[in-house]
């Protein structure tokens, strides 16, 4: 028995043993890598400046050029030398002459789509760095692209919606979306709403397009699309506020409706909002918190009268961003008075606290 | 007599075979598959497989201090220069009698403000609270009745504004990108409740605006041989239990917390005197008991860099809270033990940290005593045992070492041939001595506990080399 375990332990030390061996081949590596690397940057950046130089290129020098970046290693030196000439200048023509190597991509992706979810992350950051994704789906690379979506490694599928984002046509991003939805992938919603926000085209005809579909979406990616709207489109009030009055509505469908009007003012829903704030003990306390918050946005006697409401709630965040609002909208005007005479203490002291804080803000 | 003695060291003998072929496979596996996460991790980031993004989600840092008067202000600059779009600090100053807080207020012209304050988690009262803004950054200083640094982190999520805390603490420096690198596993993953980074000893590095300038195994040897345990302890348990969400530690020194969660939870215990564990364990029981779809992880590239103990007494009274703290949160929650809804959570984490932490020092101590009563009744071969300890201590070594360098490797850090010559013989001395040294500590530890809790960790604080 001890024997066994005396047997145990030396195989388990000669694997670590190897595993010391490999950390020291590996800094070995990384040594000759920082070596030979500078080399064959240099030797790529004439390369490619000798290429663009001859714009046309021939049939062996495609090739070639296939061959060298099928190969990570070899896609990894070639995106690093085109950043380098990119930012020492030479952004339209290199720009250009990688647009007329676009069939190399569509040749290299067939390739790197059989490789593993990294290679094939790190493909779709080629494309994305490059915009090499076409308008439709007659291009291939966008094909690949919207096939990586549906990959598991969340940054596989960032880079390839990335590469999306940066060329293709509002209806591509869609399909996007409707294909993870397929595939019940839940990208992350922040990813989702800053991603879309960088979309390069018009971005009023993507949300449009993203809410021809609606119903085709869960959810969880109405909240997303709802939040790049609110960055990005101030047309979609009236139809958001009719959404929020629908009753089967998703929760954090209209909290995000709610956002948006705060920073998209549709004067319909400004009676809607003070109903929310004033009535704080029917609904759950996040929609009079957000809808208080929202009001600083549609100034008014019923406005300033519902937050007055809104500051004797028992919820915290209620009056908070009830208070807040009030003196945005009150500015100089004393708004404690009014809460005084109504002798509520905790309303007193958070409207104090914020009025100097504010007054804080504006003296430095 | 003789045939009791034999019979009953038999006993012993398959006790120990289990128990070290237990323990040697869970530190190679944990080893093999560290190392293996460490280099996947940098492929991955060589191969731009990282989020690109400016902005993640909106982060309190939490600095609980007492008595941190000359690393406070350092602490708080390094906490300026992080690399994110949108967080705050909050420092809550837990009763000092040095000049904590009048450090804070005159260096960085904090005004006093009267704030209410939402105490959604009990903990003690307020004095005064101030407040600044530096690089369009909301500092919050709140200074309170002494309660401990549970009851101060109660205080700190209580006044924080924002959705995710962090807490960090007052001795301790974060990188630039640390932010950056503890918020991803939110964003990879929205089940994320909490979220613990790399702590690393600062007494050998010179950080330069948040980016490490140089390297090196600190000079005081009690201090590197922390390095190498470190290394280990991180490799060995955390990044492995992290494959199966079953992490139960966090370090207080660093970590991501989803405030709303915590709250639900019930915040800090200020009952004892691990809170860093007992509140991981407790939100694993929490979301285990609630059906709560969530994760715990575990990120090796958030690096927080913390005073390590300059001197033995002060290392010895740090482990020997350590080992209290482990013996409540385990005791706490021995219900977990092979229960259904904790899953394999439950069973191999909560019986390592049984076993292999929490009694290994007595069965140290009662494997000892076994030889010498081997030695006594003449049953035991020297030659073999001799030979045994040393293959067993050389595994030992190996492991502190390969945890060592694939750490400086992977992490892209230099040090010099002196320095990896340095750590192959304290990894010697780290097994022989140290641990020796901390195992009797361990032993000693939960005598007489009760007396002194709730009470800060003090330990001697060198200023930072920072710039």
Known sequence: MVLRVDNLIYVYMALCACLLLFNLAYTGRRRLGDIRNPSKTRWWNAYLIKMIAEEAMTETQMKRLTKR????????????????????GGQTRTRSWIQSIHPIFVKIGSRYLKKGVMEKAYYAYVIWQNRLCGETEQDAVVRYMLQLTGEHSIYCRENALQAIYSASSS?????????????????????????????????????????????????????????????????FGERLLNLFKIPETDREVKFAVIRYLRRHKCEDAAPVLQKLVREWEVEDWEFPALAASALENYPSEETVQALYEGMHSTYWYVRSNASDSLIRIAGKHNVLDEVLLKNDRYAIDMLRYKQEQWKGEMSG | MMDAIKIFLFGVDIFFVVYLIGYSSFLFLSVLWGSNRLYTERMNEKLKNSLHQDFYIPISIIVPAHNEEITVVDTVCTLLKQDYKLYEIVIVDDGSEDHTAKRLIEYFHMYKIDRPVRKRIPCKKELAVYEAKEGGIQLTLVMKENGGKADTLNMGINISRFPYFICIDADSMLQRDSLREIAKPVLEDNRTIACGGQVRVSNGVRLIDGRVQDYSLPKKIIIALQVLEYDRSFMASRIFMDSFNGNLIISGAFGLFEKNTVVLAGGYDNSTMGEDMELVVKLHAFCRLNHLDYRIRYTPDAVCWSQAPGNLPDLMRQRRRWHIGLYESLTKYKAAVGRKEYGIMGTVSFLYFWIYELLSPYIEIFGILTIILSFWANLINVPFMLLFFAVYALFGCTLTLVAFFSRIHTQQLHITVWDGVKAILLSGFELVGLRFILMLVRVNALLGYQKNKNVWGEKERYRHNRE
């Open chain 1, 69 to 88: 970046i099928s190969r990570v290693s070899g896609l990894q030196v070639f995106q690093e030398t085109v950043e380098k000439l990119i930012a020492e």
């Open chain 1, 171 to 235: 209806e591509v991003v869609v399909k996007a979306f409707k294909m993870m939805q397929r595939h019940q992938i839940e990208h992350s919603q922040k990813l989702v709403t800053d991603g879309l926000a960088a979309f390069q085209g018009n971005k009023e005809e993507l949300a449009a397009a993203l809410w021809r579909e609606w119903d085709k979406f869960s959810p969880y990616y109405q909240t997303a699309f709802i939040n790049f709207m609110r960055l990005s489109v101030d047309c």
